[in-house]
């Protein structure tokens, strides 16, 4: 029999890869429905982030497409293949955990081997896909020590190793820089994010850092309370949330209510907190409706005019002071100051037309 290409199999599986379609995905855990009926597609090759806060279904949603949690209703395809009665190996999904999960008494080779020894993949390709997977993941030199031997990002860089070298057409992701330092953190993103392009799978990535889900992925789906609440580019998501609690989760930490003033189709005159602010408008407005904006604490700046404020805390971090400060009527706001200011302070805070966010008030 002729020898397969040392290097290609990965690659062509992966180029061969099949669209991911979930609907209606239904999970119940004894009447609590901790899934509500998800619908999404993830086209191959894609980077797909879940981000939510803790509880909205985003490990159960992962688990459920990984076959370890069944559905309670709901279907999952693979390209025209249903999937969703699989077990897990049937799907042949890789999978990595915030625990690393690895054999501790077996070398970083023998781990990364388990999968295709399992598969009863012949020993010589399986030891030349474990060295390829072990140089993807810069480990080639840390092969022959124990889990125990070496840090939580050498760990964690195995567990990826063991996810991909069995060629999954998807890889599966809870969490898994939580247990790292904020350095290696910050590091382990782009190497993430190198190795999914290097092997070209979907990937599935759970995440409750916004910023992880920013910088890695292609697409974003923010979820709460077991449904998807919106789904779009990290462009999209940062710059344009669709809701009042996905923009709050997004960072955009203060919420006043106002009422609109004027409005002539692009701009509109609001008045928040017994003030008067302008704001651009992406939608029709009628006067006298009751509306919610929203801020960035880096957009809300301490300046000559604006709300009038009293500052109830400020910290210094680097470039300039971030604090929470009160308006006249108890309403909380989160603003920068790039001179030094504190706590009994009195302050004015404003932000640019175009840095506010403005939801109808029925709509929030
Ligand atoms: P986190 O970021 O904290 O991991 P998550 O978004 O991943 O949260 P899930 O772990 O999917 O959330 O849980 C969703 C909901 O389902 C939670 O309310 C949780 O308590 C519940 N849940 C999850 N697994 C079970 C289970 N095996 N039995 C009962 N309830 C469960």
Redesign the pocket.
């Known amino acids: 029999m002729p020898a397969r290409a040392p290097d290609m199999p990965a690659r062509q599986s992966a180029r061969r890869g099949e669209r991911l379609e979930l609907k209606g995905l239904r999970?119940d855990?004894?009447g609590?429905a901790?899934?509500k009926g998800l619908d999404l597609t993830i086209e191959p090759g894609e980077f797909v982030a879940?981000l939510?806060?803790?509880?909205?279904?985003?490990?159960?949603?992962?688990?459920c497409i990984a076959g370890l949690?069944p559905l309670t209703a709901g279907s999952i395809s693979l390209g025209p293949l249903r999937i969703d009665q699989l077990p897990p190996e049937r799907r042949g999904f890789g999978m990595v955990f915030q625990s690393y999960a690895l054999f501790p008494h077996m070398t970083a080779r023998k781990n990364v081997g388990f999968g295709l020894a399992m598969q009863n993949v012949a020993r010589r390709e399986a030891a030349q896909r474990v060295d390829e997977a072990l140089t993807l993941v810069r480990l080639a030199a840390q092969a022959d020590k124990l889990p125990g031997q070496m840090s939580g990002g050498q760990q964690q860089r195995v567990a990826i190793a063991r996810a991909v070298v069995i060629r999954p057409p998807v890889v599966l992701m809870?969490?898994p820089l939580s247990n790292l330092d904020a350095k290696l953190r910050l590091e382990m993103r782009g190497e993430i994010r190198r190795i999914h392009e290097a092997i070209g799978s979907t990937t599935i990535y759970?995440t409750?850092d916004q910023d992880e889900a920013l910088s890695m992925a292609d697409r974003i789906v923010v979820?709460r309370d077991?449904l998807i609440r919106q789904t779009g580019s990290p462009t999209d998501l940062y710059e344009r949330p669709a809701h009042v609690d996905v923009a709050e989760f997004m960072g955009f930490r203060t919420q006043l209510p106002g009422r609109v003033v004027t409005s002539d189709g692009t701009r509109a005159t609001i008045e928040a907190c017994s003030s008067t602010l302008q704001v651009l408008q992406r939608g029709p407005l009628a006067e006298g409706q009751a509306v919610v904006l929203m801020m960035r604490p880096e957009d809300l700046v301490a300046g000559p005019v604006g709300i009038p404020v009293t500052v109830r805390i400020a910290e210094y971090r680097g470039r300039a002071f971030f604090g929470a400060a009160e308006t006249a009527d108890g309403t909380e706001l989160f603003f920068r100051s790039d001179k030094p200011t504190g706590a009994g302070d009195r302050i004015t805070v404003a932000a640019r037309p175009e840095q506010i966010l403005l939801y109808p008030a029925a709509a929030a």
Request: aromatic share 8%; with cysteine; charged share 15%.
């Open positions: 999970r855990f004894s609590f901790a899934l879940l939510g806060p803790s509880g909205c279904g985003k490990t159960t949603a992962l688990n949690t809870d969490e759970v409750h979820m077991g």
